[in-house]
C-alpha cells in the first residue's frame, strides 16, 4: 500500500471531501436491509471528525439513471450513519450547486455532512470535468474509501482526485489493497484460490492472471460445467457456455503443464427446476441425467475441496458453489464459508471477494470468522484480474507527497 493514508494526515481545520461506498440495500419501504458499507467507513469518518476535520462524504446509491429518484435517495444513509457515530449527520438535498454550498459553509469542525446521490447527476458516470470541479469547490482535501467503486472511472473517484495537491486512501481502501494484494502479490503458501458462479465468461481473466500464481484452483458453481462439457462429461441441462468450451479446455490443458493443481466438482446436487421445494437427487458430476441440472457441488466434492484445502496458508474465494439463494442448493457454499472460518482460526489468510460469496459468508453469520471481507465485488474481480483500479491509481503516493 504505497498511496497516501489518513493515518499520514492531521485533518484538523481541514474541509474533507470523502468519496464512501454507501450504495446499500434497501427494503420497499426504504429501509437498510444490510448497513456493513456504513460500518466500514466509520473508522475513517471518526479519524477525520477526532482531528477536527469536516466531513464531506458523497456517495452513489443504485441506479437512477441521472436523474434524481427518491427511491435511490441516501437518506436512510445520513440517518443510520448519525446513529452508528452517535451525532447528528446533517443531509444534503444536493451533491453540488447551492444546497450542497450552503450546507458545507455552515459546518463546524468535527461536523458530518452527507451529500445526496452522485447518480442523480449524468456527468457523475461520465466523468465530467465540470462535475468533478464543482464537487472538488466543497473541500481542500480529498479522500477516497470506497474500494467497490475503484474500479470506475467516475467524476467522484477518478476525476475528483485530480483536482486536489493530496488524494488519500481512507482505511477501509487501506485495508482492502492491503488484503488483496497482499493475496496475489506475496502470499503464504500453498495459495489456493476457489472460483465459482455462474459463467466462465465473468471469471476468465481472473483464471488467467490466478494460473500463474495459485498452488491449488478449486472450479464450482455453473461455470463448472462448461468444464466438464470440454472433458466430454455429461451434464444434462445444466448451465453451458457453448463459445467457452475451446477456452475451457485450453485452461484445463495449461494446468496439465503447469504445476498448479486443478480441480473440479465430482459430484453435484441436481434438480429439474430451481425452486426451494425442487426434488433433488445427488449425481456424479459426469453423468448428470437428461432434464436435470447441477445446481450446487455434492458432499464427495465438499470433502474433495475440504482436503485440497487442509494444508493452504493463503486463500482467496470468489463465487459461489450453487444457487444458494434456494436453500436446496445453498449446504455447498456454506460449507466452503463454514470451512474457511475453521482454516482462518488455524491460521490461515482467508480473502472473499465480495459479491455473492460475501452474502454468503454473512448468511452463515461467520463476517468476523474470516481474514478479510472484500466490500467490492467488481473492484475485487478486477483487482484479481491484475487490472489497474481507476480510483487507486488516481490517489496520492505516498513518497511523491508530503505527509501533513
Request: hydrophobic share 45%; with cysteine; charged share 25%.
Amino acid at each position: 500500500m504505497n498511496k497516501l493514508s489518513v493515518a499520514d494526515i492531521n485533518f484538523r481545520g481541514r474541509r474533507v471531501l470523502l468519496r464512501v461506498d454507501f450504495n446499500v440495500p434497501l427494503d420497499d419501504a426504504g429501509h437498510i436491509t444490510d448497513d456493513r458499507r456504513i460500518r466500514e467507513a466509520l473508522p475513517t469518518i471518526k479519524k477525520i471528525v477526532g482531528d477536527g476535520g469536516r466531513v464531506i462524504a458523497c456517495s452513489h446509491l443504485g441506479r437512477p439513471k441521472g436523474k434524481a429518484d427518491p427511491k435511490f435517495s441516501l437518506r436512510p444513509a445520513a440517518v443510520r450513519l448519525g446513529n452508528l457515530l452517535g451525532k447528528q449527520v446533517v443531509f444534503a438535498e444536493d451533491c453540488i450547486g447551492p444546497e450542497a454550498s450552503n450546507v458545507v459553509g455552515r459546518m463546524k469542525s468535527g461536523d458530518v455532512v452527507l451529500l445526496e446521490n452522485l447518480r442523480f447527476h449524468p456527468e457523475e458516470e461520465k466523468n465530467d470535468a465540470e462535475f468533478a470541479g464543482k464537487l472538488a469547490a466543497l473541500a481542500d482535501i480529498y479522500v477516497n474509501d470506497a474500494f467497490g467503486s475503484a474500479h470506475r472511472a467516475h467524476a467522484s473517484t477518478e476525476g475528483v482526485a485530480r483536482l486536489f495537491s493530496q488524494a488519500v486512501a481512507g482505511f477501509l481502501m487501506e485495508k482492502e489493497l492491503k488484503y488483496l494484494g497482499q493475496a496475489v502479490a506475496n502470499p503464504k503458501r500453498p495459495f489456493a484460490a476457489i472460483l465459482g458462479g455462474a459463467k466462465i465468461s465473468g471469471k476468465i481473466d481472473v483464471i488467467q492472471n490466478l494460473m500463474d500464481k495459485v498452488d491449488l484452483l478449486l472450479i464450482g458453481g455453473g461455470m463448472a460445467f462448461t468444464f466438464g462439457k470440454a472433458a466430454g462429461h455429461q451434464i444434462g441441462d445444466s448451465l453451458l457456455e457453448e463459445d467457452r468450451v475451446e477456452m475451457a479446455r485450453e485452461i484445463i490443458s495449461r494446468a496439465k503443464s503447469s504445476k498448479v493443481k486443478l480441480l473440479f466438482p465430482v459430484d453435484a446436487v441436481a434438480a429439474a427446476e430451481i425452486s426451494d421445494t425442487a426434488k433433488t437427487s445427488v449425481v456424479p458430476a459426469d453423468k448428470i441425467p437428461a432434464g436435470m441440472k447441477g445446481l450446487d457441488i455434492g458432499p464427495q466434492t465438499i470433502k474433495l475441496f475440504s482436503d485440497a484445502l487442509s494444508s493452504a496458508k493463503t486463500i482467496v474465494w470468489n463465487g459461489p458453489m450453487g444457487v444458494f439463494e434456494n436453500k436446496p442448493f445453498a449446504q455447498g457454499t456454506l460449507a466452503i464459508a463454514k470451512l474457511l472460518a475453521e482454516l482462518t482460526a488455524r491460521g490461515a489468510v482467508t480473502v472473499v471477494g465480495g459479491g455473492d460469496s460475501a452474502a454468503a459468508v454473512a448468511e452463515a453469520g461467520l463476517d468476523d470468522k474470516l481474514t478479510h471481507i472484500s466490500t467490492g465485488g467488481g473492484a475485487s474481480l478486477e483487482f484479481l484480474e491484475g487490472k489497474t483500479l481507476p480510483g487507486v491509481a488516481a490517489l496520492s503516493d505516498r513518497a511523491s507527497v508530503k505527509a501533513v
